[in-house]
């Protein structure tokens, strides 16, 4: 593509950045051309005229308000546009672009590599493979299983921390092969979170080809435990390491450029079981059937759980897995279900758990007391999930910083709650932020899965930005 072609896709065009920007067809122009530049001579000539129409922009354009969400302060904004028009990272942005099909098809590998909940170790060996061959300066896996690769800044006075999780949802013997229909990528997992992975691996890798250092140390870490009843094992382990702890997070899970989260959606998470005798549904009538009193119980705690979500913080519950019995004609020796409860607020989460705990045993008491025969039923109230709520000031440089390098993007971010790896530091009041992975995907946590690398390279482009504007930018070496 000619140059005269990028100024008139800018101008006239559509692209990510159009509709937001269009009014501003200087700025726009000098994003499209810094972001599709590739390879060739006719590409160093596009990124010359890019960088000064982006030093252009930081003098003509004081801020970003028509980019980036209300919180963004003007100092932040102008810290993002300075460092994106840096040499080193222009050279970084474009290997970034130029690594595309080599995404992909570290995307592929590590997709049909199985990473079922609690059996992550496969995946993590080839990432930490791949941290060492492409710019770590040492890797190690700790003790829980998260995979670790270190790259030494010059100061090494913070850490760094910027990661995604390597395990999936989906259980073992689970098929991942990817198949590939025009340009859309199809396996359980693809997005979340390998996605994420590769955004690390190609931002760690672009930085050590353009020979971008840094003044703190960035840890780059595969995570184990995210997902469902892992209960962010792995986070809570390295926040808890003292020594391994990062002085801020970085994570890569969830979607497009636009979404920030900044605020942990709390959980907790039960394995109920109720038990009993069991025996023939005739032959053994009057004696306590579980069943009956897991019953009794949820209707219980959904009467008042109702009421308390339908005020205040917003709250949630919900019976989503339950189990038991042996045949129609028997009474079941045991009822088992899974309850997930999450809120925006930690004493709401508390109040609704209470309220959960109460209506069990309500249930089980009502069904004893009809117990003709036999033995009392017995209950095993067990937490089997336990992720903390929080939230952070907008203020803080981290945010700031994650809100003025994807407004270098031409979009306005918006700032969000949600359950990730971030949870565990927000709660400890560590600044994190979890930005998007790219592209187009959809159907996660479900066997249809799939992704579309539609400009893909953004993502890698914006993390790699903010990872190095909290880390500061070293000079170069005279």
């Known amino acids: 593509m000619r140059l005269w072609q990028y100024c008139g896709w800018a101008l006239f065009g559509r692209s990510p950045a159009t509709e937001t920007l269009r009014s501003e067809p200087v700025k726009l122009i000098a994003f499209l051309l810094y972001s599709q530049c590739k390879t060739s001579s006719e590409s160093l000539l596009l990124r010359t005229i890019s960088s000064a129409l982006f030093a252009l922009v930081a003098i003509l354009v004081p801020d970003f308000s028509l980019l980036s969400a209300q919180e963004l302060a003007p100092a932040y904004a102008a810290e993002a546009r300075e460092l994106a028009v ?23 590998e590590l997709t049909e590599i199985p990473a079922p909940p ?27 299983g998260n995979v670790i690769g270190l790259r030494r800044g010059r100061g090494r006075e913070r850490t760094i921390g910027f990661g995604g999780h390597l395990d999936t949802v989906f259980p073992e013997g689970t098929d991942v092969t990817v198949r590939q229909v025009g340009d859309t990528l199809f396996a359980p ?31 780059f870490v595969g995570v184990v435990g995210e997902e469902g009843l892992g209960d962010l094992r792995g986070m809570k382990h390295l926040f808890r390491a003292t020594n391994e702890a990062p002085d801020v997070w970085i994570d890569v899970d969830g979607g497009g450029l636009s979404r920030l989260v ?23 009538f009057g004696l306590v059937n579980p069943a009956h009193a897991m019953s009794r119980a949820v209707r219980y705690f959904q009467d008042i759980a109702d009421t308390l979500t339908r005020n205040g ?5 919900n019976v989503g897995r339950i189990g038991g019995g042996t045949s129609v004609n028997s009474i079941p020796a045991e009822t088992w279900m899974e309850v997930d409860m999450r809120s925006e607020n930690p004493e709401s989460l508390d109040r609704i758990e209470q309220v959960f705990l109460d209506a069990m045993n309500r249930g089980l008491n009502e069904e004893n007391r009809l117990r003709r025969s036999g033995p009392p039923l017995t209950l095993e109230n067990r937490k089997v999930g336990d992720r903390p709520s929080g939230s952070l000031e907008s203020s803080l440089p981290l945010i700031q910083r994650a809100l003025a390098t994807t407004a270098v993007f031409g979009v306005s971010a918006e700032l969000a709650r949600s359950s990730t790896d971030s949870n565990v530091p927000i709660a400890q009041g560590v600044p994190a932020v979890t930005i998007g992975r790219g592209g187009v ?37 005279s």
């Open 189 to 219: 997992g693809i997005g979340d979170d390998t996605r994420g992975l590769v955004v690390v691996l190609t931002a760690l890798r672009a930085m050590e080809e353009a020979g971008v250092e840094t003044e703190d140390d960035i840890l």
């Open 118 to 144: 609690f059996l992550e170790e496969a995946r993590g060996r080839r990432f930490a493979e791949l941290l060492k061959q492409f710019g770590a300066d040492s890797v190690w896996t700790d003790i829980e």
């Open 86 to 108: 840096d040499p080193q990272i222009v050279k970084a942005f474009a290997l970034a672009e130029e690594l595309d099909q080599w995404s992909l098809e570290r995307l592929i």
């Open 441 to 477: 995907g959809g159907e996660g946590h479900s066997p249809g899965e799939w992704w579309i690398n539609q400009d893909g390279h953004l993502a890698i482009q914006r993390a790699l930005l903010l990872v190095v504007a909290e880390a500061g930018l070293a000079n170069p070496i």
């Open 262 to 284: 900044t605020m942990g959606l709390g959980s907790v998470r039960y394995r109920v079981a109720f038990n009993g005798p069991g025996g023939h549904s005739w032959g053994a």
């Open 313 to 317: 913080a917003r709250t949630s519950y």
